[in-house]
């Protein structure tokens, strides 16, 4: 299986350089269609979607590879790879934040610039840091998926549509950007929430810019400086979006910040 | 659009519609809240305006709201059917379906979000009672799976040693087959000779013959006679094995008495050192094959020669009496040991005995055999004093069902 089918890659525009984004826990490469298109005219830009979410394949979906973020940021480094990236830089939505982060500690020189937008090391907060989650609050995440939300109306919209034959019907009614295997979904939400990646920081050597938006309730202020003081030499831009997800309500600011950055 | 009757009016249909209505600004904060929404979550209009969505819902649902509910939403433009759970004053949950749509000016800008949130607490228990019947479908199959698979193994492992035990008794039972024609076919060609040494013998007795020679015939013709009984023990047990079993022809026009006398002094030709007493008193007929009477009694009466106490006579009784038929043979020595007991009758079963004395072991199994097809029984009786075999049956013969 190619690496492209596998990942869903999509390649546009051209350049001597090349930024990669990567989507965040939730939904898929659709997260950056605000922003990447900034981008064609200077840089040849990859999206991609992790494995399990989006247009990936869903047969690669290895439960215990993908058990933790490091499974993911083997599948940037290939990536990496295959396209030759060299000096590259990364910008990860959320948790692919630190898929980004280990995936420069894995392949020294792929990825010249990291671009962290609403990072986080750890959801859960651990001795006297304030990740801004409980265990429980997080446990309680992962029960709460059992229930299904978005993975029940995905799996249910072709039945209702009753027209299996025509798949593309049922896409339109339902939240498609978001749909993913209910199973898969809760995978990543554990992987997601209970890593650790406090210590990674300390050895990142890329350039890096982090931005923070105001009352992001997943990844607070907070947390945002404590990424900033924790990776030598990073640079971070408090934004004025608000919410988890500047990528989408605030594009042009995070255009002009990921501009000013590289 | 024509106007509600007062009291009623469009802030009435908003505040008291049947769902809970939000509309929220630019800035994701609410701007509008209605009276059933606040009534679900125990809240003043004034603790809501200005909050943000999240706010309103539990850890997870806030983290869902904002890594999906806020994403898709602007993606989309709208969205429909998620699942969320409010949270009341009192710290319980609410469950409801969202639905949301944005309103955008034309430059692309949001300028309101309307939410609509509907009841869902039955519709949850559902999904959940889905879920659980899924999980314990999966577990169900699971288990059918590995049932399956031993299943298989299990009916592998059967069928191969069914397989094998099937191919050594078709082995067992052709090499079977094959011995018991043989054994006929040796009987069969075994008798010609052995009438030819009989009537040899006959024909000598006739001559002038020294006292020695007479003597000597005298055991050629016991010898003849228990080759004779042998050989029809054998073909009778082959005959039996092959399915044919013990053929009878019974009648009652002859004396069994005669048959009897005759068994006799062939035996006592065969063993003239021997002492055999008899005791015959048949006063009724009695319907048999009196051959097979006579094989019988041959059988039980070279028993007795070959295991009794040589200085002992062998007495043979029999009588009729109310019906039934009674032939006893008795010799004194060694009572039959105990073990030996249970295998008396059956084939190739012999007792111990000096060398050439050895038998096939079929002589009883025979007898047991030929007392059986005429409907009667053998029994026996052994002590210090004498071993008695005693045949009985009716004499009106064996009871055809």
């Not at chain 1, 990543?188 to 990142?204: H, K, P």
């Not at chain 2, 000597?216 to 094995?241: C, E, P, Y």
């Not at chain 2, 026996?380 to 045949?391: H, P």
Request: hydrophobic content about 40%; some cysteine.
């Amino acid at each position: 299986m190619s690496i492209t089918a596998r990942n869903n890659i999509n390649i546009k525009g051209s350049g001597s350089r090349t930024i990669v984004f990567a989507h965040g826990f939730g939904c898929d490469q659709n997260m950056w269609r605000l922003v990447s298109p900034a981008f064609e005219g200077e840089f040849r830009t990859i999206l991609y979607d992790h494995v399990g979410a989006g247009g990936s394949d869903l047969s690669a979906y290895v439960p215990e590879k993908y058990a933790t973020l490091s499974g993911y940021a083997d599948d940037l480094v290939e990536i990496g790879e295959t396209f030759g990236l060299k000096n590259a830089i990364f910008v990860g939505h959320s948790v692919s934040s630190m898929i980004g982060v280990l995936a420069s500690l894995k392949a020294p020189g792929m990825f010249g610039s990291l671009v962290l937008v609403g990072p986080s090391p750890s959801y859960i907060n651990r001795d006297d840091y304030i990740g801004g989650f409980s265990r429980g609050d997080i446990e309680e995440l992962l029960e709460s998926l059992d229930d299904n939300y978005l993975g029940w109306s995905a799996a249910m919209a072709p039945a209702i549509i009753g027209n299996p034959d025509r798949p593309e019907l049922g896409e339109e009614l339902t939240n498609s950007f978001c749909r993913t295997d209910p199973d898969i979904a809760k995978a990543f939400a554990r992987v997601t929430f209970t890593s650790d990646n406090r210590a990674d920081l300390l050895n990142v050597t890329a350039r890096t810019l982090i931005l923070q938006c105001r009352e992001d309730i997943i990844a607070s202020e907070d947390v945002g400086n404590f990424v900033h003081r924790t990776i030598p030499g990073s640079r971070l831009v408090l934004l004025n979006a608000t919410g988890h997800c500047p990528n989408l309500s605030a594009p042009d600011e995070v255009i002009a910040a990921i501009r000013d950055f590289v | 659009m024509p106007p509600l009757p007062p009291p009623f009016g469009f802030e009435d249909l908003f505040d008291n519609a049947p769902c809970g209505y939000l509309t929220l600004g630019p800035d994701g904060r609410i701007e509008m809240v209605n009276a059933t929404l606040l009534g679900w979550v125990g809240r003043t209009r004034e603790e809501l305006v200005g909050r943000k969505v999240p706010e309103l819902l539990n850890v997870a649902g806030r983290i869902f709201y904002e890594t999906h509910f806020a994403p898709l939403l602007r993606m989309q433009g709208f969205l429909n059917e998620i699942a969320l759970d409010l949270k009341t004053s009192e710290g319980k949950r609410r469950a409801v379906l969202a639905n949301a749509v944005e309103r955008r000016q034309a430059d692309g800008r949001t300028v309101a979000t309307y939410v609509v949130l509907f009841p869902a607490s039955e519709r949850r228990r559902y999904e959940r009672d889905l879920v659980e019947a899924r999980a314990a479908a999966e577990r169900a199959s699971k288990e059918l799976a590995a049932f399956n698979k031993t299943l298989g193994e299990r009916i592998e492992a059967a069928v191969a040693e069914r397989v094998e035990a099937e191919a050594g008794l078709l082995a067992e039972r052709e090499t079977a087959e094959l011995r018991e024609q043989f054994i006929a076919v040796l009987g069969h060609d075994l008798r010609n000779p052995l009438a030819s040494i009989s009537a040899a013998a006959r024909v000598l007795l006739r001559e002038p013959l020294s006292e020695r020679g007479v003597r000597v015939l005298a055991l050629m013709q016991g010898s003849v006679t228990r080759m004779a009984g042998l050989i029809d023990n054998v073909l009778d047990f082959a005959r039996g094995r092959l399915g044919g079993g013990i053929g009878l022809v019974c009648d009652a026009d002859e004396p069994l008495e005669s048959v009897l006398i005759q068994v006799v002094d062939e035996l006592r030709a065969g063993a003239p050192d021997r002492l055999i007493n008899t005791e015959f008193s048949l006063t009724e007929p009695v319907f048999c094959d009196r051959s097979r009477i006579g094989q019988l009694v041959s059988n039980l009466l070279g028993n007795a020669l070959t295991y009794g106490a040589i200085d002992e006579p062998v007495r043979v009784q029999a009588f009729t009496e109310a019906g039934a038929l009674e032939i006893s043979v008795a010799n004194g020595g060694q009572p039959i040991s105990e073990e030996s007991f249970l295998n008396l009758f059956q084939p190739f079963f012999r007792g111990k005995v000096l060398g050439s004395q050895q038998g096939l072991g079929l002589g009883l199994h025979i007898a047991s055999e030929i007392a059986k097809a005429h409907g009667g029984t053998i029994s026996v009786v052994s002590d210090q004093i004498e071993t008695r075999f005693t045949f009985r049956m009716q004499t009106a013969g064996p009871q055809r069902s």
